[in-house]
């Protein structure tokens, strides 16, 4: 059976009752092109639309390795400092979980997802800084069984990801427009005219 | 509480104790050095001591690219073709499941991976060849709600892991010992008398 093809505006309205406006990511320091490009292509694949991101004073983020174009359809808002940024993603009311190995640190699978949330990944070398371990409102860390010390942080973003993607897909939070209507605009008239 | 630390001994049978030897990874003309690393790192994390490769032929494959010191610990079998790989994966008992798009996909959270399992997975930017795709037992999608194509590769693999991971740790198959005497021998003696 032949499907006609949707348009461009119909693929973008799906696109948009997908997204997730309560669901964020936070990157502390990384700064390999490959890791922000995945963690890009991951967000716009679960329905995030903006990620949040400070970076080490030598690192000019473009984004456009390997993002598969998700560069276009995910904002990456640069923060000044730390302090500044989670500020802004707890003013929206998000739970701030620091994938970070630590005393305090749950299974990642425990969180409930549902509610607004930023997950905060550190960076390749160092992983999540002191000061970001602090602003956290908690830790989650995935179990490894193996000899190394840790995961790529774009799989380990991913993978909380999808446990975020599971949990709203299991509670219907997917399909239906919860994007504000003056986004919904911005993007259409980008898309459309371009 | 201070706990002593485990010895080298006690950690090396930790770690052969969590090992899955009916779990497998097929990487088919995967290339990219950081997603080899990645995936080889992600593997030994959840309990993974053998994955298999099939490389272009202009790609040497050397693992060391921030694979953390995962190569030590897992065997990558690299296989002249396809045919001859996915053959050898088949004679050990394990079904064979492209992460691939296609008709006859499933969502890859709907399948059993407690049954011993190979993932393959395809190239960063051909994908699953038709070969591969024929041969595999069954096809498995990881539901994607953006504008992107696809996962990274190396992101797709870890979700699929994990999601094994998730299954194996819930059927109790973690913690006893599945790898044959004459290996664990041969880990033991490397790892102690280097
Ligand atoms: C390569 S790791 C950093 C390793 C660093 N040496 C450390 O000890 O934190 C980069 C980031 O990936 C995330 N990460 C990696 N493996 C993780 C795991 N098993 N659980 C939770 N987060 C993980 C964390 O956010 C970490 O800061
Ligand atoms: C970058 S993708 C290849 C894209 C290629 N253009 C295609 O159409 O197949 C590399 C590999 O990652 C895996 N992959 C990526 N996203 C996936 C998804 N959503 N579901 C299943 N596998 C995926 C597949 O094995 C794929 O062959």
Redesign the interface.
């Known amino acids: 059976m032949q499907h006609p093809s949707p348009t461009r505006y119909d693929?973008i309205i799906?696109?948009l009752s997908?997204r997730q406006p309560d669901l964020t990511v936070f990157m502390d320091e990384v700064h390999?092109p490959?890791n922000l490009?995945?963690i890009v292509?991951?967000?716009?694949?679960?329905?995030i639309g903006h990620v949040h991101a400070v970076f080490p004073p030598d690192v000019k983020f473009s984004g456009h390795h390997?993002?598969?174009?998700?560069k276009?359809?995910?904002t990456t808002h640069k923060h000044p400092d730390l302090k500044t940024g989670i500020t802004e993603v707890k003013k929206q009311g998000m739970q701030v979980l620091a994938a970070h190995f630590s005393d305090k640190a749950v299974d990642f699978?425990s969180i409930d997802y549902t509610k607004p949330t930023c997950i905060l990944v550190g960076s390749?070398l160092v992983g999540v800084s002191d000061e970001a371990a602090d602003l956290a409102d908690e830790h989650v860390i995935?179990?490894?069984?193996?000899?190394?010390?840790?995961?790529?942080v774009?799989?380990a973003t991913?993978?909380i990801l999808?446990e975020a993607?599971?949990q709203r897909?299991e509670a219907n939070m997917?399909g239906e427009l919860k994007v504000p209507q003056e986004e919904v605009d911005y993007i259409l008239f980008n898309a459309l005219h371009p």
Do not use: C, F
């Not at 390997?66 to 998700?70: E, L, N």
């Not at 995935?142 to 790529?152: A, E, K, T």
């Open positions: 693929k799906a696109l997908n390999k490959h490009a995945a292509r991951t967000s716009d694949a679960i329905g390997t993002a598969s174009g998700s276009r359809w995910v699978r390749e995935i179990p490894m069984v193996g000899m190394v010390q840790s995961l790529n774009s799989v991913a993978l999808y993607q599971r897909a997917y």
